[in-house]
């Protein structure tokens, strides 16, 4: 799909310059930008490879006419007009409209107006799908379910029994929602539980064999809510897990069962946070950071990362490190850790010094 420069710029808020009925229908590097495609040169040294007569995006202050553009867009902010630039040119998957052939429905199930259900979508029993929802093929939806207007479940995502998703939800693909939570526990105090009350200290051992706590609560997945591709969401134990309105979830995030995740969060790859812990609002995990088990973390926090979360943080706290402290204290102790081999060589000679002075003596 082509659209005009005036249009482009229309939608993204940004000004423009040039032949604004010039079409474009996506959007490359400058270097490998073809006909019909706008340039990303939003910086000098980008715009030294434009091709004269093209169209280009550019930083606010840059000249179009010293690049010998016919076109251009200037970005006030680069990062925030990429978002809309990407959500003019994306296609989305290809769902076809309708319900396919293929696809297995129970009968009560409600299906709201301009729906499109793909191959081998598999949906139980009393599940709402709202209107314009997306469902792309191998999904399968549990009883009970209720997934909002709007919403784009993408190829081979799992949605068990009782989960509630709000409206304009993305869940990428083969992400598990709703799968039952890690939850065990022993007739008699266990090693873990031991531990806890001695902490470290084994007094004995014995035979313990696990039980298992069913998961009788659900997931609740609030609006704007994106899901990456093989997360997993566990169900609460008798509460729902809950994730807030606009928070984002990365690849490969798991959520423990009762979890509470505020509003615009950010999750990234391979964070896990473990079973009844609570996450404020607009709290970043950046790759890798592990939270403990029930423990909360106040609004507006950044953990780095890698981070390890081992006990209650206060909000608006910046955080690195394993276990986590304030990211300032942890640079200033990986500059000392630097510092330790020239220490140890000046407590080396003076040992020296002291062992030859006593010998002297």
Same mark, same amino acid.
């Given at each position: 799909?082509?659209?005009?420069?005036?249009?482009?710029?229309?939608?993204?808020?940004?000004?423009?310059?040039?032949?604004? #009925?010039?079409?474009?229908?996506?959007?490359?590097?400058?270097?490998?930008?073809?006909?019909?495609?706008?340039?990303?040169?939003?910086?000098?040294?980008?715009?030294?490879?434009?091709?004269?007569?093209?169209?280009?995006?550019?930083?606010?202050?840059?000249?179009?006419?010293?690049?010998?553009?016919?076109?251009?867009?200037?970005?006030?902010?680069?990062?925030?007009?990429?978002?809309?630039?990407?959500? $003019?040119?994306?296609?989305?998957?290809?769902?076809?409209?309708?319900?396919?052939?293929?696809?297995?429905?129970?009968?009560?199930?409600?299906?709201?107006?301009?729906?499109?259900?793909?191959?081998?979508?598999?949906?139980?029993?009393?599940?709402?799908?709202?209107?314009?929802?997306?469902?792309?093929?191998?999904?399968?939806?549990?009883?009970?379910?209720?997934?909002?207007?709007?919403?784009?479940?993408?190829?081979?995502?799992?949605?068990?029994?009782?989960?509630?998703?709000? $409206?304009?939800?993305?869940?990428?693909? /083969?992400?598990?929602?709703?799968?039952?939570?890690?939850?065990?526990?022993?007739?008699?105090?266990?090693?873990?539980?031991?531990?806890?009350?001695?902490?470290?200290?084994?007094?004995?051992?014995?035979?313990?064999?696990?039980?298992?706590?069913?998961?009788?609560?659900?997931?609740?997945?609030?609006? #704007?809510?994106?899901?990456?591709?093989?997360?997993?969401?566990?169900?609460?134990?008798?509460?729902?897990?809950?994730?807030?309105?606009?928070?984002?979830?990365?690849?490969?995030?798991?959520?423990?069962?009762?979890?509470?995740?505020?509003?615009?969060?950010?999750?990234?790859?391979?964070?896990?946070?473990?079973?009844?812990?609570?996450?404020?609002?607009?709290?970043?995990?950046?790759?890798?950071?592990?939270?403990?088990?029930?423990?909360?973390?106040? #609004?507006?926090?950044?953990?780095?990362? /890698?981070?390890?979360?081992?006990?209650?943080?206060?909000?608006?706290?910046?955080?690195?490190? $394993?276990?986590?402290?304030?990211?300032?204290?942890?640079?200033?102790?990986?500059?000392?850790?630097?510092?330790?081999?020239?220490?140890?060589?000046?407590?080396?000679?003076?040992?020296?010094?002291?062992? #030859?002075?006593?010998?002297?003596?």
């Amino acid at each position: 799909m082509q659209i005009t420069i005036r249009e482009l710029a229309r939608s993204l808020d940004a000004p423009a310059w040039g032949d604004l #009925d010039m079409r474009v229908g996506g959007a490359a590097e400058p270097s490998r930008c073809a006909p019909g495609q706008i340039a990303l040169a939003m910086s000098p040294k980008y715009a030294e490879a434009l091709s004269p007569g093209s169209a280009a995006i550019l930083a606010e202050g840059m000249d179009p006419d010293s690049y010998g553009l016919a076109a251009a867009i200037f970005a006030p902010r680069p990062r925030l007009l990429m978002a809309g630039l990407t959500r $003019n040119f994306d296609p989305g998957p290809d769902i076809a409209p309708g319900i396919h052939p293929s696809a297995i429905i129970d009968p009560s199930t409600k299906i709201g107006a301009d729906a499109a259900i793909g191959p081998f979508v598999v949906i139980g029993a009393d599940v709402v799908i709202g209107e314009r929802a997306r469902i792309a093929s191998h999904v399968s939806v549990g009883k009970g379910t209720r997934i909002g207007d709007d919403a784009l479940i993408h190829a081979g995502v799992r949605i068990q029994h009782g989960v509630v998703m709000g $409206n304009r939800v993305i869940v990428q693909a /083969a992400a598990v929602i709703g799968s039952d939570g890690f939850s065990f526990v022993t007739p008699d105090e266990s090693g873990v539980e031991e531990i806890r009350r001695t902490l470290g200290k084994r007094e004995e051992f014995r035979d313990q064999k696990w039980e298992r706590i069913h998961s009788l609560g659900a997931v609740e997945i609030g609006d #704007d809510v994106e899901i990456g591709a093989a997360t997993a969401i566990d169900r609460g134990t008798i509460r729902s897990t809950r994730i807030g309105r606009g928070t984002k979830l990365d690849n490969l995030v798991h959520i423990g069962h009762n979890v509470v995740i505020g509003e615009d969060c950010l999750i990234c790859g391979q964070v896990g946070v473990a079973g009844s812990s609570i996450v404020g609002n607009r709290v970043v995990l950046a790759g890798q950071c592990g939270v403990s088990d029930n423990i909360t973390i106040g #609004d507006d926090v950044i953990a780095g990362g /890698a981070t390890k979360i081992f006990s209650r943080v206060q909000s608006g706290r910046v955080l690195l490190g $394993n276990p986590a402290v304030e990211m300032t204290t942890r640079m200033e102790m990986d500059r000392a850790t630097r510092r330790l081999p020239r220490l140890a060589e000046k407590v080396a000679k003076l040992q020296k010094t002291v062992t #030859d002075l006593l010998d002297k003596t």
